[in-house]
């Protein structure tokens, strides 16, 4: 890869699987032509089927990871996935504003098999603050907002509430009809099929893609736009693997 090749920072736990967390994070900004770097915030004992435990990263070690990366890289966005305590929250958040980082926030709370993956919603409110662009789907949207989504229009009651909270917001519609929701200033939407299966690690994709597309020099809404097609690309040529979910 040459001198101008882009460049972007994850922050995530480890999935051993690959299905999600830092090592679905670097695939996706490899397959989309970016060098990606990564921190890590905690250790999952993990399969594609299911968190059985996880052991958190000290803070002080989680900062360590971000100075010495930083030393090295010359790098303007950062996803954010899975930071596993409110002591890791805080952290990153302080190296965010110390470095003049743009984190696109996926606020991940729990698995897709439903393990607890924060001490509480809460503690994200520091790094949410913080972030450039932030991801919910629509489980964490609700907790975010304290609002019911069952419809379009509470998707564009709890977009605006989110908006005017932490700035720029994508709600993810997988939850839904698969419409998702930009609102940035302006509101776009971008809807492709739902299709019959569910594949594990889209979250982690969607916003590392984002991410990648950002890093590339795109604007929010082409990055919006791009990432959603991605997505769907890897929606429609997901593999199985193992006993677990499909991945992509």
Do not use: W
């Not at 966005?77 to 980082?101: H, P, Q």
């Not at 005017?164 to 698969?178: T, W």
């Not at 984002?210 to 769907?232: C, D, H, M, P, S």
């Amino acid at each position: 890869m040459g001198e101008k090749t882009p460049v972007a920072m994850a922050i995530a736990g480890h999935d051993p699987s690959g299905a999600s967390g830092i090592l679905r994070d670097i695939k996706t900004f490899e397959k989309l032509n970016v060098y990606g770097f990564g921190v890590i915030t905690a250790v999952t004992v993990q399969n594609t089927q299911e968190v059985k435990r996880y052991q958190v990263i000290p803070d002080s070690l989680v900062a360590e990871q971000i100075d010495a990366l930083m030393e090295n890289f010359h790098a303007k966005f950062v996803k954010v996935g899975m930071v596993g305590s409110g002591e890791n929250t805080r952290i990153i958040a302080d190296k965010i504003r110390e470095y003049g980082l743009k984190a696109i926030v996926d606020p991940v709370m729990s698995s897709s098999s439903g393990a607890k993956l924060i001490d509480s919603p809460e503690s994200l409110e520091p790094l949410l603050k913080k972030a450039y662009l932030i991801t919910p789907n629509v489980p964490e949207a609700e907790i975010l907002s304290g609002k019911e989504i069952k419809s379009r229009d509470d998707v564009m009651r709890v977009g605006r509430i989110l908006e005017d909270k932490y700035r720029c917001v994508i709600i993810k519609g997988g939850h839904l009809s698969g419409e998702d929701f930009l609102f940035c200033g302006d509101m776009h939407s971008a809807k492709q099929p739902l299709l019959p299966y569910d594949v594990r690690g889209t979250g982690c994709t969607y916003s590392s893609a984002i991410t990648a597309f950002l890093a590339r020099g795109y604007k929010i809404r082409e990055a919006f736009v791009n990432a959603r097609l991605f997505i769907q690309k890897e929606l429609e040529k997901a593999i199985k693997i193992g006993n677990g979910q499909v991945m992509p």
